[in-house]
């Protein structure tokens, strides 16, 4: 969200702005389809297609066209193997098609509804082409869609919105640092507790929403789905014991709780007895987060999302 952020500000200031994207990559090219970056008039980058001596060379090329006015949109074709004809200077022996795309004050409003679609977790598609770019309410079923004929014969299509949405239930330290870097990662970040006026929820600026609810009913509020992922942290074990119960049923992509191992077998016997079964304890990643031995709020940000990024990526 950043990017379209800094992109707007720009736009705004009246600045004639270079977005280069990757819309094709091939092979170890360190740019991915969608990586996507940002050179304005008064030098001011942002964003990354990939790094190293590639990414600064078109990065001067831009920097180039937006001194002299000479502003089109084309695409730059890089073959990482060395210096050869299109070559990059890098020997990673991928490929990738950058497109550069010159922007003006005429794009705020596309760059508004992209920023509006990524602010109200709703769906779209960016569009560009050889001679424009559009945002939509059209659906795509996969994140990217292209098509490269030619210079003058492509298109690329990319979905714009939160697909994966991490719920956290409990609003306490650890919720604030795992907020902070699952928005960075791309996730819609929703954020429950059952206590009012709570200093850390209050404190949490990073996550899209914040609700005070009854656990009893937290159910209601967690969408099922692959697309769903949930974290459970609450300050007592009879609140972790009692969401979990509510949602263990339940269809997510992930769940989680946070905990030490003692503390997690006393649960897990509890809710034996209360009729869950050992098939359906064993998809709970408990204690959450990959075992790196991470103490502090923000080394157990680290492992949770390690962890969730292995399965995200294993289903995709």
């Not at 304005?40 to 001194?67: H, P, Q, Y």
């Not at 650890?174 to 954020?191: C, M, P, Q, R, W």
Request: overall charge neutral; hydrophobic content about 40%; aromatic content about 8%.
């Amino acid at each position: 969200m950043k990017f379209w952020q800094h992109l707007l500000s720009k736009l705004r200031d009246t600045q004639n702005v270079y977005v280069l994207t990757v819309i094709e990559n091939i092979g170890s090219s360190p740019g991915r389809k969608g990586f996507k970056m940002l050179v304005a008039e008064d030098d001011f980058i942002f964003g990354s297609i990939g790094g190293g001596v590639m990414e600064f060379s078109l990065v001067e090329e831009a920097k180039k066209l937006l001194n002299n006015g000479n502003l089109k949109i084309f695409l730059k074709r890089q073959i990482h193997q060395g210096h050869k004809q299109d070559g990059s200077g890098m020997i990673c022996s991928g490929e990738q098609t950058v497109v550069f795309h010159p922007l003006n004050a005429s794009h705020i409003s596309v760059v508004e509804d992209v920023l509006n679609c990524l602010q109200g977790n709703t769906k779209g598609t960016l569009t560009l082409t050889p001679t424009s770019i559009n945002f939509s309410n059209e659906q795509l079923e996969d994140k990217f869609e292209y098509k490269i004929t030619s210079s003058q014969d492509w298109f690329f299509k990319e979905y714009i919105g939160f697909k994966s949405t991490l719920y956290i239930v409990g609003g306490g330290h650890v919720s604030v640092a795992v907020s902070e870097l699952f928005v960075t990662l791309g996730f819609h970040v929703v954020v429950f507790d059952n206590r009012e006026h709570l200093n850390t929820i209050e404190l949490n600026t990073s996550a899209h929403q914040k609700l005070i609810v009854d656990f009893n009913e937290i159910a209601n509020y967690i969408s099922e789905g692959p697309e769903s992922y949930v974290a459970i942290m609450t300050n007592r074990y009879i609140d972790d014991k009692l969401v979990l119960s509510k949602l263990i049923r339940n269809n997510y992509a992930y769940i989680g709780v946070l905990g030490s191992i003692a503390k997690l077998e006393t649960m897990w016997g509890v809710l034996q007895k209360e009729g869950v079964t050992a098939s359906q304890l064993v998809i709970v990643h408990a204690p959450i987060g990959l075992a790196i031995k991470s103490q502090t709020p923000h080394e157990i940000a680290v492992s949770i999302a390690a962890q969730v990024i292995k399965i995200k990526n294993r289903n995709q």
